[in-house]
């Protein structure tokens, strides 16, 4: 079974800084999709970055990057420059190849700081 | 595209009561997917669709749960009867396929369900 563990329920960043999110998942496929997706107050789910397992560069959106690690099944998210519109629940998420169930994980509550 | 749209919002029901939960998919996308989350178990998989077809309905938990996919660009998710556990917030999301994998899901804005 494909599985999605995020072991930080929440997290804490003084507004300007980094904070890092830490994602690790189970699968025994060599393709599939990672995801984050934000999802605010409104509770409105919002794709904020998506990385491709064959793809050896971390993806990158704006202030949004990843660290993937495929030999060790971890997806962290880097936030930089946070900002208090960051913040918000954080899921992680999978797509394997060849499958069609998009499994999120618990995900972690990012609060941000002025 | 506006996206991928629910109906209501918001559901306020009484214990016993027949709940329906519908969602009109982005035009194009392959499959649908209906989702819920609560605070103790998360987002949970309920049952998907491709093609309007179902595909794994292993997430609904009781056969008080229903849903239907009449054609392309609607579905519904049906409670009868409905209970207080099964407040929570129902999201409907719909998926392109694009060379051979789902590759990103677009979510509505979620049905808030309270059941009193």
């Known amino acids: 079974a494909q599985t999605v563990t995020q072991s930080q329920p929440e997290m804490s960043v003084q507004e300007a800084e980094t904070v890092t999110l830490s994602c690790t998942y189970d699968?025994?496929?060599?393709?599939?999709?990672l995801f984050w997706y934000k999802q605010p107050p409104s509770r409105q789910m919002i794709l904020v970055i998506r990385?491709?397992?064959?793809?050896?560069q971390n993806a990158t959106e704006n202030r949004f990057s990843v660290n993937f690690q495929k030999a060790a099944k971890s997806f962290s998210l880097k936030i930089s420059d946070s900002q208090l519109g960051d913040a918000a629940m954080y899921f992680c998420?999978?797509?394997?190849?060849?499958?069609?169930?998009?499994?999120f994980g618990k995900g972690t509550k990012l609060t941000v700081n002025p | 595209d506006a996206g991928v749209i629910q109906s209501p919002r918001h559901e306020v029901t009484e214990m016993g009561q027949e709940v329906t939960l519908r969602c009109k998919p982005i035009?194009?996308?392959?499959?649908l997917f209906w989702y819920r989350q609560t605070m103790m178990r998360g987002l949970e998989l309920l049952i998907y669709?491709?093609?309007?077809?179902?595909?794994?309905d292993s997430g609904m938990p009781e056969d008080r749960f229903s849903a239907k996919m009449p054609n392309a660009s609607f579905s519904t998710l049906k409670i009868q009867p409905s209970e207080p556990r099964d407040s929570a917030v129902y999201f409907c999301?719909?998926?392109?396929?694009?060379?051979?994998?789902?590759?990103?899901?677009?979510f509505g804005q979620g049905t808030r369900l309270t059941v009193v």
């Open positions: 999301a719909s998926s392109p396929r694009a060379g051979g994998y789902l590759t990103e899901a677009f």
């Open positions: 699968t025994s496929e060599s393709d599939y999709y």
């Open positions: 990385q491709e397992a064959y793809k050896q």
């Open positions: 998420a999978f797509f394997q190849g060849g499958s069609e169930k998009l499994v």
């Open positions: 035009s194009g996308h392959d499959y």
């Open positions: 669709f491709n093609n309007n077809v179902p595909i794994d």
